[in-house]
């Protein structure tokens, strides 16, 4: 363990996983870490685990340089299987640990590793912990890259321990990056570009989070530790995600039908997304809108959103007769997405997903967001029950934003 000294008892305990690793339909050329750490304190504390794959070889390492008895916490920052999946052989052998980790994380834990017996320390943003030593303090950094994550802060190390956010995909024994064979930046960048990308907003909220910290030291829980110029790495996320001036260039046509005007709603919260990532998008109640127009419009934009709520399970107005115009368009290299607001049956939706894939469009539903974005928290179509202006915002904006995304990144 000596050799994967980070700090003052503090260790990297994880695994490195040289092989061609699959992961979001893609081959890791380059394999990569599950960085897992250990701050031997007065209450023993471990800062996520290994992949599922290795959570009995992770056991056994760890039995070689601690009795497990004595495990006090186990911070998990992020439940997907490859830091949390080592979590229930770890349990088994370290009886006394308590888990760490956000409400959501709980309920996600409970549900995969049936763990709802065990003790649980919920984290709310900025909680802090003492563990005999040093001191954790815990910021919930949502969707980065999934709904529960979290990431802890050592205070008397300087050293952010962040998960997936700032990782790299290179298996590696040297650890450190300044000790790298070759510049990592490259591989960091690419995966910012595929994990954290398509979250810019949540990527913004996390940086304003750490922008006080006095960090010296970058811990992820994929690949080195960035402890040569961690700032560096924190300015590229920074840059990464303002927004994009390729954005400029992208335009979106909204085009909807509304019964109630909950749909209409739904179609102005998606436009405020767009303009959050600086597209611009033009909003067309097609009751109201010239067919030529539309049209133009749509032969214009990179992007089609299309929405109707649903009356007497089929779309309302002279939605059909617009979209039975617009099929006949040449809108390849353009997306389509469907969405709709209904009360007790959203079969509309449907109907306009059919006539999308029937276009010449690239349909965007959530199977497209997972594949090509890994973002795993969009439901494409989007189907909104009536419109609730507290919940149902946010959920508009940020499916407006992850498709968004797509076209600035082409
Ligand atoms: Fe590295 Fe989201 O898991």
Redesign the pocket.
């Known amino acids: 363990m000596i050799n994967n000294k980070i700090a003052e008892k503090t260790y990297w305990i994880g695994k490195v996983d040289d092989r061609k690793v699959p992961f979001h339909r893609l081959i890791l050329e380059k394999g990569t870490t599950?960085n897992s750490y250990l701050l031997d304190t007065e209450k023993p504390t471990i800062i996520d685990t290994v992949d599922i794959m290795y959570g009995g070889e992770f056991v056994k390492n760890l039995q070689s340089i601690i009795d497990l008895n004595k495990i006090h916490y186990v911070v998990i920052n992020?439940v997907?299987p490859?830091?949390a999946g080592a979590l229930p052989s770890l349990l088994n052998k370290a009886k006394n640990a308590t888990i760490v980790t956000t409400g959501k994380g709980r309920e996600f834990l409970n549900g995969m590793f049936k763990l709802k017996n065990r003790n649980y320390l919920i984290i709310k943003d900025g909680d802090s912990l003492d563990i005999g030593g040093k001191t954790l303090k815990f910021f919930e950094t949502p969707y980065l890259?999934?709904e529960e994550t979290m990431i802890t802060y050592c205070v008397e190390d300087k050293i952010l321990y962040p998960?997936?956010i700032f990782?790299t995909h290179i298996a590696n024994y040297e650890l450190f990056n300044d000790l790298a064979k070759e510049d990592i930046t490259e591989d960091f960048i690419t995966y910012y570009k595929l994990?954290m990308g398509p979250h810019r907003s949540y990527v913004r909220d996390m940086i304003n989070k750490i922008r006080a910290l006095d960090i010296e030291i970058i811990a992820p829980?994929?690949g080195f530790i960035l402890r040569d110029d961690a700032q560096k790495y924190i300015n590229i996320y920074d840059k990464l995600s303002r927004i994009n001036p390729n954005s400029k260039n992208k335009k979106a046509l909204i085009l909807f039908s509304s019964m109630t005007g909950n749909t209409g709603k739904v179609a102005n919260s998606l436009s405020q997304g767009l303009t959050n990532l600086g597209i611009k998008s033009d909003v067309f109640n097609v009751k109201n809108s010239d067919l030529n127009v539309i049209k133009q419009t749509a032969l214009e934009s990179d992007i089609i959103f299309i929405g109707s709520s649903t009356k007497y399970g089929d779309m309302i107005g002279n939605l059909e007769d617009v979209l039975k115009e617009l099929i006949k368009l040449d809108l390849s290299n353009k997306l389509g997405a469907a969405f709709g607001s209904f009360g007790w049956s959203g079969e509309a939706v449907e109907i306009i997903n059919d006539y999308i894939k029937q276009s010449s469009m690239t349909l965007v539903d959530t199977s497209y967001l997972v594949k090509y974005t890994g973002a795993n928290d969009i439901q494409l179509p989007l189907k909104i029950s009536y419109y609730d202006e507290e919940t149902t915002s946010d959920l508009c904006i940020n499916t407006a934003m992850a498709v968004g995304e797509l076209v600035i990144n082409k």
Request: charge should be negative; charged fraction near 25%; aromatic fraction near 8%.
């Open positions: 599950y992020h997907e490859d830091h890259h999934t998960c997936d990782s994990i829980s994929h």
